[in-house]
């Protein structure tokens, strides 16, 4: 399947800052639809799809902050970068705390929401990225039968075929096999390739 074209997502209820902000990410490239209320954007379903999101904090439907608060309850988890032209110190730390992208007090000059949209879409490609690979590594490991994935342990601990071999009751060769099809699984030629996607599986909390 061909991956979704990432997209910036603008809602304010101003039609003017929608027209502008459109326009000017257009014209650098950027894919770019407008919502005029977050009710508007989350029906259609943009929080679930790769990009950013540009929202105003003051909204006719709800708080800004309550729409983010709502996007992240229903699985969105696009960077998200904060417009608002009544923007206090308060709210600006916690929107960044809740892992907002940035924070921009309106009027919002064209270069700093052009940077501040570029440094969310390459937050949100990592983040896809990483989640690619996590799943990656997640159907390599849901692929071992039970008796290799105890190989697999015992070759982390460093054991070799003879070791592993006797500690399941099994032969030598037959341990070989199975470390052969750990490696394979798993897509890596050396234990110590293996014992790299360990830490990582680890550093996912897997």
Not at 97 to 122: C, E, H, I, N
Not at 140 to 152: H, Q
Not at 180 to 203: C, D, F, I, P, S
Request: hydrophobic share 50%.
């Amino acid at each position: 399947m061909e991956e979704m074209r990432p997209e910036v997502f603008v809602v304010d209820d101003d039609a003017s800052v929608r027209s502008a902000a459109a326009t000017l990410l257009r014209s650098v490239g950027h894919a770019v639809r407008t919502f005029a209320s977050a009710r508007e954007f989350l029906a259609g379903g943009g929080h679930l799809r790769p990009g950013c999101l540009v929202l105003d904090l003051r909204l006719p439907d709800e708080d800004g902050m309550a729409a983010y608060d709502e996007i992240r309850a229903r699985g969105g988890e696009m960077p998200v970068v904060f417009m608002t032209a009544f923007g206090d110190i308060r709210t600006s730390v916690r929107a960044m705390k809740s892992g907002a992208a940035d924070f921009l007090p309106k009027p919002v000059a064209g270069d700093v929401l052009l940077r501040a949209v570029a440094d969310a879409l390459a937050r949100d490609a990592r983040r896809r990225a990483d989640r690619a690979q996590a799943d990656d590594l997640a159907h390599r490991r849901a692929s071992l039968t039970p008796r290799e994935r105890e190989v697999m342990a015992l070759l982390l601990d460093g054991c070799t075929s003879a070791e592993i071999g006797a500690a399941l009751g099994i032969a030598a060769k037959t341990a070989k096999v199975h470390r052969a099809r750990v490696l394979a699984k798993m897509g890596v030629r050396r234990v110590a390739q293996l014992a790299a996607l360990a830490e990582r599986w680890v550093a996912q909390g897997g």
